[in-house]
């Protein structure tokens, strides 16, 4: 996963611009489709399932003109569980240290509070912010993106507002050009080849569970976590075991499948992308554990985020959605 395909700059003599962009915005807003598509690499898993982002991904965009550190934040979202608290940590953390923050809003649904309590919260952020309206392939007619870009500039006055389609690739040059143009000129943070600081473990571990999530769909809300129990590497083999997490027998059940159905087919999912992405031969084995309270479980969540700091018990206060008025 290190190694990029883009032009790189060298270090020595680079007199571009570079810093840190934080995505940022409700769940399923197409944060991580946005940082796939940028990157030209797979980084993030998707899902079309809301709160699938539960980290702070990184990926590395490297070209002549600069390097561009993106953060794919987790969704904004009222925290229920100590995992959930740790993910709006992660979205608290980013927006007081980046060099920009890019505001996605979902363009093909209304909006409500939970957007108004976004908008709220980048009032006061330091960097600059960029609006963003994804989605807008779902958008018809084209003519309904104006009151959104004027109902935007209405709640951040002279702000830059972009529509983009990241699965089309739809307005992303205009983006990147946006982006490099608001970065400060310096040196590259990261070496030129290296597109992510994922380690292998938790990359394995995010596209398991985006398998899962794919199969189940919503027979499995997100009471799911994975962790990459064991990694061995022979010279054309590498051998993983992984652990999925459930609370209740009844989702180990849905989890296994009949006769072993299910996790077949999401290890064989799983395995056929891994041999793709990471150019080796896989041997997966998976494993499904019930545990009530693994999202309050700091040892796990620990195992899932190796050295993440001691979670934080404050809990945000995010408005449900409704429809405004």
């Known amino acids: ?11 020595d003599g680079f007199a571009g611009h570079a810093g840190t962009v934080a995505l940022v915005g409700r769940p399923n807003a197409g944060k991580s489709t946005l940082l796939n598509a940028l ?4 980084v993030a898993i998707v899902s079309a399932k809301p709160q699938t982002t539960r980290n702070r991904i990184i990926g590395i965009l490297t070209e002549a ?3 561009v550190v993106f953060f794919d934040l ?3 979202h009222r925290p229920m569980h100590k995992m959930n608290s740790r993910m709006m940590t992660e979205v608290q953390s980013a927006l007081e240290e980046v060099d920009l923050v890019l505001h996605l809003v979902d363009a093909s649904q209304p909006w409500g509070g939970g957007e108004q309590f976004l908008f709220n919260l980048l009032e006061d952020v330091k960097p600059p912010v960029l609006g963003l309206l994804t ?11 104006l009151p959104m870009i004027e109902a935007y500039n209405a709640k951040r006055p002279g702000a830059t507002v972009l529509p983009i389609s990241a699965p089309e690739r739809d307005g992303l040059n205009a983006l990147c050009d946006e982006i490099f143009g608001l970065l400060p000129k310096g040196p590259p943070l990261y070496p030129a080849d290296v597109t992510t600081t994922q380690s292998e473990r938790f990359f394995i571990a995010e596209l398991v569970r985006e398998k899962l999530l794919h199969r189940t769909r919503n027979e499995l809300p997100y009471t799911t976590g994975v962790v990459v129990d064991h990694l061995d590497e022979s010279e054309n083999l590498l051998r993983i075991d992984a652990v999925i997490y459930v609370e209740r027998k009844s989702q180990k059940g849905i989890v296994i499948g009949k006769g072993g159905s299910m996790i ?3 290890g064989q999912d799983a395995r056929i992308e891994l041999e793709r992405l990471l150019g080796i ?3 997966l084995e998976l494993h499904v554990k019930v545990h009530p309270r693994w999202r309050d479980d700091v040892r796990v969540l620990r195992e899932m985020d190796p050295g993440a ?3 934080d018990e404050g809990i945000w206060e995010v408005p449900t959605e409704e429809p405004e008025k």
């Open 74 to 76: 987790p969704g904004v």
């Open 65 to 67: 003109r600069g390097q």
């Open 39 to 42: 990157m030209d690499d797979k």
């Open 264 to 266: 077949k087919a999401v």
């Open 1 to 11: 996963m290190a190694a990029g395909s883009h032009d790189a700059a060298a270090d």
């Open 309 to 311: 700091a001691i979670i």
């Open 281 to 283: 031969k896989i041997y």
């Open 135 to 145: 989605k807008i392939d779902l958008v018809r007619p084209k003519q309904a993106l």
